[in-house]
């Protein structure tokens, strides 16, 4: 099969949890002060509500990043739409919402930023989480650029290219196994996301005959990104959006 292309240039700095460590994490907030800044593209995690809502939240259980309690997947829509996401970051944001993938998406539109959508399952919805946000997805971006989506969970992966042929997929591995290639040609996969520490010459020369771009989470200091650049890395998922300033778009290859 082959990968679908993005279809757009890839920024080289993503800005982490929508707002990297300048907002409260997967907010619109955090949007609103990415595009401020200048960033061109946003990363963040959906995971699906218990009436299969796909919301912007990085944890299976609300309580770490809300004032809510409990597992997100048996919580309603109507309990999430209550919950604060700001306060626990600091005050200044409190009575921040947690964002639906809808609203993150209308958001991001009109602030022309691109996306990388990470799927989070919470365990044992890995397929339905995959579905669902992959034909969102389609939906919310019906004209225009697609997001790029991305997961740790390959069962989610391979439900949303089954439901969503044309959807651009990232692998995320945060060390990438001895098969990583196998795997990303399995799933059609367009890039391979992993952590900074397991870049290699190996992986980096394996990435680069295959015209997989390797993108790297998290990270934070502007002379570990310039290195990555320089060795082949196309891009970075940032919290100091405030000092990763690098935000020219490069073109790369699709
Ligand atoms: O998608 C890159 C990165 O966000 C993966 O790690 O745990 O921050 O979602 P995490
Ligand atoms: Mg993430």
């Not at 209550?82 to 209308?106: K, Y």
Request: neutral net charge.
């Amino acid at each position: 099969m082959i990968s679908p292309r993005l279809g757009w240039p890839l920024p080289r700095v993503f800005a982490h949890r929508c707002g990297g460590a300048l907002a409260p994490e997967n907010t619109l907030a955090g949007l609103r002060i990415a595009a401020r800044l200048g960033l061109r593209a946003v990363e963040f995690d959906v995971m699906l509500s218990a009436d299969g809502t796909p919301w912007l939240i990085h944890d299976e259980t609300l309580e770490r990043t809300t004032n809510g309690f409990g597992r997100v997947c048996e919580s309603a829509d109507t309990r999430l739409r209550v919950v604060d996401a700001g306060v626990c970051r600091h005050p200044a944001f409190a009575g921040e919402l947690l964002p639906t993938l809808a609203s993150a998406a209308s958001l991001c539109r009109q602030l022309g930023l691109r996306v990388n959508v990470e799927m989070k399952p919470a365990a044992g919805f890995e397929a339905l989480t995959g579905e669902v946000v992959a034909r969102q997805v389609r939906r919310l971006w019906a004209t225009g650029e697609l997001p790029l989506v991305s997961s740790f969970s390959e069962t989610a992966l391979a439900a949303a290219r089954a439901a969503v042929p044309e959807l651009p997929l990232g692998c995320l591995h945060q060390r990438p196994p001895v098969d990583w290639l196998v795997r990303v040609r399995e799933l059609a996969a367009w890039s391979l996301h992993c952590a900074p520490t397991s870049v290699d010459d190996d992986l980096l020369r394996t990435a680069s005959a295959a015209g997989i771009p390797l993108l790297c989470y998290t990270v934070n200091d502007p002379l570990t990104a310039a290195a990555l650049f320089q060795r082949g890395v196309a891009a970075v998922f940032s919290d100091r959006i405030d000092c990763l300033g690098e935000n020219q778009p490069r073109m790369i290859e699709t």
